[in-house]
């Protein structure tokens, strides 16, 4: 099988981390997406959507999607379990991953492809006033996660998973998209640091 890549993009970085947890390794290809090499004619017929990471089976089946990619390695090696253990679990996970995708790493990737003048290239039609909301919205989520976080060690529970992979990708870019963590989230801050330490979130 086949991992295309995306560097330090933060799609590609959910998928490099949690295949680092894994102790999972695959032949890669890595595309150049400055050079927009993602909107290539041999890529898009493997991806319509045009966007990256994209695992291709060793059956010629196409997996598109962070979190397909992700949920198919969970199944193929359930240990360590990223994505939960019980029913109950699965469902916190799967609700704490989906707010930090919807309510953080969107936001964060809306500011920046708004405000930052070098995503032009991505987003011609820049809207500040769009980029701005998604700033406050990534700001009330930080604090929401800060208070969860004073109860458990990690954002889902006592386990690590990929609710805090994406967290985490996610408050990463924030520094590309000029958004500030406050100090005052000790919580958040306390978390952020104890991930930083694990060896799967070291860049490559």
Same mark, same amino acid.
């Given at each position: 099988?086949?991992?295309?890549?995306?560097?330090?993009?933060?799609?590609?970085?959910?998928?490099?981390?949690?295949?680092?947890?894994? =102790?999972?390794?695959?032949?890669?290809?890595? $595309?150049?997406? %400055?050079?927009?090499?993602?909107?290539?004619?041999?890529? +898009?017929?493997? %991806?319509?959507?045009?966007?990256?990471?994209?695992?291709? $089976?060793? *059956?010629?089946?196409?997996?598109?999607? +962070? #979190?397909?990619?992700?949920?198919? @390695?969970? !199944? &193929?090696?359930?240990?360590?379990? $990223?994505?939960?253990?019980?029913?109950?679990?699965?469902?916190?996970?799967?609700?704490?991953?989906?707010?930090? !995708?919807?309510?953080?790493?969107?936001?964060?990737?809306?500011? @920046?492809?708004?405000?930052?003048?070098?995503?032009?290239?991505?987003?011609?039609?820049?809207? =500040?006033?769009?980029?701005?909301? %998604?700033?406050?919205?990534? =700001?009330?989520?930080?604090?929401? @996660?800060? !208070?969860?976080?004073?109860? +458990?060690?990690?954002?889902? =529970?006592? *386990?690590?998973?990929?609710?805090?992979?994406?967290?985490? &990708?996610?408050?990463?870019?924030?520094? #590309?998209?000029?958004? !500030?963590?406050?100090?005052?989230? #000790?919580? $958040? %801050?306390?978390?952020?640091?104890?991930? +930083?330490?694990?060896?799967?979130?070291?860049?490559?």
């Amino acid at each position: 099988m086949k991992l295309y890549d995306g560097g330090k993009a933060p799609n590609p970085r959910r998928v490099q981390i949690f295949l680092k947890e894994k =102790g999972i390794e695959i032949e890669r290809e890595q $595309l150049d997406l %400055n050079a927009r090499e993602q909107k290539s004619e041999a890529f +898009s017929e493997l %991806n319509p959507m045009q966007t990256v990471p994209v695992l291709e $089976l060793d *059956d010629g089946q196409i997996i598109a999607e +962070s #979190v397909a990619i992700c949920r198919y @390695f969970e !199944e &193929v090696q359930p240990e360590p379990a $990223l994505m939960g253990r019980t029913p109950v679990g699965k469902a916190m996970v799967e609700m704490w991953q989906r707010r930090a !995708e919807l309510n953080l790493m969107m936001p964060v990737a809306f500011a @920046f492809r708004h405000l930052h003048p070098g995503a032009k290239t991505i987003e011609p039609l820049q809207i =500040g006033e769009w980029g701005d909301l %998604n700033k406050e919205r990534a =700001g009330r989520t930080m604090r929401i @996660f800060d !208070e969860k976080l004073a109860d +458990s060690e990690f954002i889902a =529970g006592d *386990d690590f998973t990929i609710a805090d992979i994406t967290a985490f &990708v996610a408050c990463q870019f924030m520094k #590309v998209a000029k958004i !500030e963590r406050p100090e005052e989230l #000790v919580h $958040l %801050n306390r978390w952020f640091a104890a991930v +930083s330490e694990r060896p799967s979130t070291a860049f490559d």
